[in-house]
């Protein structure tokens, strides 16, 4: 045996390719995927309690809280970033499983990776938590955190890519792409934990974690496992969702790298980034309708489904709605150089920045958390009813939010831009719309809440042993 591949296997364990399933139907790699979606679905509870918080204490200034504003909204910001990623990589472990109908390479690597990115995201809260920070906006946790979440990435790619090419007769359009995402989550993310003494170099590296991240990394393994949604329940059929998956993927990567110019129109890079920026930006436009076009093929056949996919179904299509209006037509409206010389960084930003990083990624991951928990699980007449109220909850608590944040920010942008307002003036002005922002909050927490719950008592009725739990789907 080769030295490289006996130091392999140190790390990696007993290799279980070719693995068969266990009593429960699922494989270790699905398994995993478990840890990983319940650990979403938890961190997401959380964050809306935080959030709340938050939103409460920037209307009544005088609030005690034992954590300074700016450092609960580090927090608040390491969530909305961390809990999707965490969501993605278990989806990403249970579909691709799912498509290539063999276990995953490594239990091992897989178990090492969880343990990893888990302790390195508790580090980051609770280092913001006791005031450690570093003011890298989206990155504010301590830097050797961020080594911990790059390393786990690392075995997760080496984990995924193992497992693709353990049988490269397996491999489906989906399962590719959804590994290409991971890997550029772990490429995207290796600059940020060298220090830049140059703020340009600094800032601009800092946007390919946030917005190649979630423009260009998560927009992949989001296509991979909508199609695998809909091939796995059976609503379409493999040829009509994954025809033009690799023309969405290659679109998606080109207009990404280079529409991250939109976030470079004002740290100092020259100018015709205005120019790139902005045309790649509408080019932007293009992936999402193939999103669009393969969400309507799934729908097209009418397939009768069951309490459980038609919940995870209605989450999917929420995020389907957010990633056409908020995502991509916002992101496109605020992309115009002229648009945002005037709207940059105010509550316009914060607008697009919830209905896209919630709306569009966040109600995506939730979907796929609960229908990959719940299997083997059928939700009784009042768990889906329940269910049911948490999507209306979290669905107008976000249009509340984002629309009084949009109609704020509209104002904000008037006063302080175009009259040149003084910027705690403004504030006043603006206050009524934060508290009706605050108030959306409330529902949405209030829907974050009782979703939380579905996802731990599918996960709980689903363990091994558990007396609810079907041998199979
Ligand atoms: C799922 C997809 C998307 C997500 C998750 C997302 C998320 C975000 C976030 C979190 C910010 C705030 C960044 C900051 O505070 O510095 C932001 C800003 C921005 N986004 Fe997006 N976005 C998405 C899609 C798009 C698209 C497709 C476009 C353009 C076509 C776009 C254009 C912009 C622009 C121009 C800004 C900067 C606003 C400013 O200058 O204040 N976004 N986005
Ligand atoms: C109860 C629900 C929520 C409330 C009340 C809330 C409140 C806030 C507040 C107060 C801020 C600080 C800046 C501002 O005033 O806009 C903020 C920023 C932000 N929140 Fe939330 N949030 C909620 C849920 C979420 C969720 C679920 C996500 C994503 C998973 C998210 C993502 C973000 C992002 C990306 C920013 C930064 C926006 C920017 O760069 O301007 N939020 N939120």
Redesign the pocket.
């Known amino acids: 045996m080769k030295l490289s591949q006996s130091v392999l296997g140190l790390f990696t364990g007993r290799r279980v390719r070719g693995g068969r399933a266990l009593a429960s139907g699922r494989m270790m790699g699905q398994v995993i995927a478990r840890r990983f979606l319940l650990t979403a679905g938890m961190l997401f509870a959380v964050q809306g309690i935080v959030a709340l918080l938050g939103a409460a204490d920037l209307v009544i200034p005088d609030l005690p809280s034992p954590i300074p504003f700016e450092f609960g909204r580090s927090i608040h910001l390491g969530l909305a970033t961390l809990w999707p990623f965490i969501g993605t990589l278990g989806l990403v472990y249970y579909f691709l499983v799912e498509e290539l109908e063999h276990d995953i390479f490594s239990v091992r690597l897989a178990n090492w990776q969880f343990w990893l990115v888990l302790l390195s995201s508790l580090g980051i809260y609770g280092s913001l938590a006791l005031r450690i920070g570093n003011g890298r906006?989206y990155l504010e946790g301590m830097p050797v955190f961020y080594v911990g979440i790059c390393l786990s990435l690392a075995l997760g790619a080496l984990n995924f890519y193992k497992t693709l090419t353990s049988d490269r007769n397996a491999v489906t359009p989906a399962s590719g792409v959804m590994v290409i995402g991971v890997f550029l989550l772990l490429i995207m993310l290796m600059p940020n934990i060298i220090h830049f003494s140059n703020p340009v170099a600094d800032e601009g590296v800092k946007f390919w974690m946030?917005h190649l991240w979630?423009?260009m990394a998560l927009?992949l393994t989001t296509a991979g496992f909508v199609a695998s949604f809909f091939k796995t329940t059976g609503m379409a059929r493999p040829q009509d969702v994954e025809k033009w998956l690799y023309l969405e993927v290659t679109l998606t990567v080109v207009s990404a790298l280079f529409?991250t110019g939109?976030?470079y129109f004002w740290i100092g890079y020259p100018a015709y980034w205005l120019v790139i920026g902005f045309v790649f930006?509408v080019f932007?436009?293009v992936p999402v309708v193939f999103l669009v076009h393969m969400t309507y093929k799934g729908l097209k056949r009418r397939v009768s489904t069951g309490r459980r996919e038609k919940l995870a179904l209605w989450l999917i299509l929420s995020s389907l709605l957010y990633?056409v209006l908020g995502?991509?037509l916002m992101?496109?409206i605020?992309?115009v150089p002229w648009v945002?010389l005037y709207?940059?960084?105010t509550f316009l930003?914060s607008g697009?920045?919830h209905l896209?990083?919630f709306g569009?990624?966040g109600f995506l991951v939730l979907g796929g958390s609960y229908y990959c928990l719940s299997r083997g699980s059928e939700p009784d007449e009042r768990s889906f009813r329940m269910g049911v109220l948490a999507v209306l909850a979290l669905n107008l608590g976000l249009l509340l939010m984002a629309g009084s944040l949009l109609a704020g920010g509209l104002l904000q942008t008037y006063f302080w831009r175009v009259l040149g307002m003084d910027f705690m003036q403004v504030m006043q002005l603006v206050r009524p719309y934060l508290v009706l922002r605050m108030a959306g909050g409330g529902l949405f927490t209030l829907g974050d809440m009782l979703l939380g719950w579905q996802i731990f008592k599918a996960w709980k009725q689903t363990r091994p042993g558990s007396a609810c739990a079907h041998p199979a789907d």
Do not use: K, P, R
């Open positions: 906006e946030v979630e423009e927009e529409g939109h976030h930006s932007q436009l990633h995502a991509y992101g496109f605020i992309s945002n709207m940059h960084g930003t697009h920045a896209a990083v569009a990624l």
